[in-house]
């Protein structure tokens, strides 16, 4: 997820150099590294680059956020990008905030370009509402570990790696200077006044509606939403959903179809998630750690991330694929259009 809307901090990143980590601030890094032009629009306040979108703030009220083709795993840009990436992640963000939208406000205007969108420009709380449908990932390694709470929540004895919880369970995280998430509780966060409690309970109920609206939309297309994160932040006293919500970047998907003969078995689920992105870096010695060596990206596995990501989409959308391309020409003057819409220049 981009954190240009949780201010505009100069953030450190691994990059892939010559198949060696090394560290380096994200502003510092060259445009052509990513493959993806740096626009200038009218009425710009400020720019900022994620480890995968671009955002530019346009009138301190306005947000534009382009998707690029980047992927990382590990705080770490890996070195070759990912066909059609962008347009996914921005394509599925758009559906399921227009499929929530009757839940939460949320801050999308429009989707000028396939992978760009614009929306309003909120201050954001600094917790991530983390919510978890399932014992996996890192609250199964915390388990596996003997501990039976998380972020201030008791998990109970005899729970299996992917077993469901009796219900959802939110394990907020926020983030140190250094940018890693860093676990927190409820009442944490009450206590340090990062969110005052009113506006906690606010968005506990809104993270439960919209987790309980995925798990809809995922099991309607045979898919299980295991758990995923959302962000918010507010502008004047109205709570707005930010950033993209239920893709392949920031939530995880089992297949239905034969999970509880995987679970039984104690086998892996067939999931659609970058996580099999991670899973291949680890298979391979690297976990983002100064120093080592990633493995080398060649294009057949480039294409298998690009397939799997299209394979959610179409998996969780239901419709096919259009990929589509746009010149920098093209997606500027739609994006300057766009802006003209809502009076922003």
């Not at 600094?126 to 972020?151: D, P, Q, S």
């Amino acid at each position: 997820m981009p954190r240009g809307v949780r201010g505009h901090k100069q953030k450190k990143v691994l990059l892939i150099i010559d198949g060696l980590v090394i560290k380096i601030f994200l502003k510092q890094c060259p445009y052509y590294f990513w493959g993806m032009s740096k626009f200038h629009f009218p009425n710009q306040t400020n720019f900022y680059s994620g480890k995968v979108r671009d955002v530019y703030s346009i009138k301190n009220n306005w947000l534009i956020m382009v998707a690029s083709n980047r992927i990382s795993a590990f705080d770490v840009i890996l070195p070759k990008a990912i066909p059609y990436k962008g347009q996914v992640l921005n394509q599925v963000a758009a559906y399921m905030l227009e499929k929530t939208s009757d839940i939460c406000p949320n801050w999308l205007i429009s989707t000028p370009a396939p992978n760009v969108a614009l929306g309003k420009r909120c201050i954001p709380y600094k917790v991530e509402m983390v919510v978890r449908g399932n014992l996996t990932g890192h609250a199964w390694r915390t388990y596996k570990e003997g501990k039976r709470k998380l972020c201030g929540v008791s998990l109970p004895e005899g729970l299996r790696e992917n077993d469901f919880f009796a219900s959802p369970i939110i394990t907020p995280s926020t983030k140190a200077e250094a940018g890693h998430d860093e676990d927190i509780s409820r009442e944490e966060i009450m206590a340090a006044n990062i969110v005052n409690e009113d506006d906690y309970r606010q968005l506990e109920k809104y993270t439960l509606a919209l987790f309980e609206r995925g798990k809809d939309l995922a099991a309607k297309r045979g898919l299980i939403l295991v758990d995923t994160k959302y962000e918010f932040g507010k502008v004047g006293n109205t709570i707005y959903l930010m950033d993209e919500i239920h893709t392949p970047d920031s939530s995880r998907y089992f297949y239905m179809e034969g999970f509880e003969k995987r679970l039984h078995n104690n086998e892996p689920q067939k999931q659609l998630s970058k996580e099999f992105v991670r899973e291949w870096l680890i298979a391979n010695n690297f976990m983002g750690k100064e120093g080592q060596t990633v493995p080398e990206m060649n294009e057949e596995w480039i294409q298998t991330i690009s397939k799997r990501y299209i394979e959610l989409y179409e998996q969780l959308i239901g419709e096919k694929f259009v990929p589509q391309e746009l010149s920098d020409e093209e997606t500027e003057a739609k994006i300057v259009e766009a802006l003209r819409q809502v009076n922003a220049i």
